[in-house]
């Protein structure tokens, strides 16, 4: 069965720090997705990222980038020089293959991890 | 692109009633997924739809839980005979699936319930 961790349940830093959010994933498929959505205060879920396995380059998008590692199933995410809009529950899912193997369906999500960022 | 719209977005109810909540995906969206999150914890996949199929559900979709995507366009998801167990926050999701490849699931605000 897929499982997503995210060892960290809170995280707090101050304003510029950089921090790195931790994911570990187990999953018997060798083709997945993995992706890393943001859930502020207000309760929406906002997308960040989607990797599939295959593609293990690391991505940066301005002070976002993200550190996928096969050989230990994690795919971390790092923020550089934090802001406070960046306080949120970060959340890492998995998608595997579905019933039929054509296609990819339901996420599992981590548990989050709670970012706060201090002025 | 209008974004995914969940109606209401909240509900108190007492235990025992039914509740019915509402899910407006992104158009053009084929597929159409529900999730529960509880305080604390990430989102649990219920259920999903490719257009008006349902196509798996979780074995969190207890026989109380039904939900419809009657027109492959929008869908309800329907809780009878309401527990205080099922106070949580009902996500929903859409996608644009195509064979082999997995595509961005875009949320909606979800529709916050709590049953007294």
């Known amino acids: 069965a897929q499982k997503v961790t995210q060892a960290q349940t809170e995280i707090s830093v101050v304003e510029k720090e950089d921090v790195t959010l931790d994911c570990v994933y187990e999953t018997r498929d060798t083709t997945y997705y993995l992706f890393w959505y943001k859930q502020p205060p207000s309760g929406e879920l906002v997308f960040l990222i989607r990797?599939?396995?295959?593609?293990?380059q690391n991505e940066i998008s301005g002070r976002y980038s993200w550190n996928f590692q096969k050989s230990t199933s994690s795919f971390n995410f790092t923020i550089t020089a934090s802001q406070v809009v960046d306080s949120a529950v970060y959340f890492c899912?998995?998608?595997?293959?579905?019933?039929?193997?054509?296609?990819?369906?339901?996420?599992?999500f981590g548990q989050g991890t709670i970012l706060t960022v201090h002025p | 692109d209008t974004g995914v719209s969940q109606n209401p977005r909240h509900k108190i109810t007492k235990r025992g009633q039914n509740v019915t909540f509402r899910c407006d995906p992104i158009s053009e969206h084929n597929r159409l997924y529900w999730y529960r999150q509880t305080l604390g914890q990430g989102p649990e996949f219920l259920t999903y739809f490719q257009n008006e199929a349902q196509l798996e559900k979780s074995r969190l979709l207890s026989d109380r839980f039904s939900a419809e995507r009657p027109k492959g366009s929008f869908s309800t998801l329907e809780i009878q005979r309401t527990e205080q167990g099922d106070s949580a926050m009902y996500l929903c999701?859409?996608?644009?699936?195509?064979?082999?490849?997995?595509?961005?699931?875009?949320f909606g605000p979800g529709t916050r319930l709590l049953v007294l």
């Open positions: 899912a998995l998608s595997e293959e579905d019933a039929g193997g054509t296609s990819y369906g339901k996420l599992t």
């Open positions: 990797r599939n396995s295959f593609d293990e």
């Open positions: 999701a859409s996608s644009l699936a195509r064979a082999y490849l997995q595509e961005t699931q875009y």
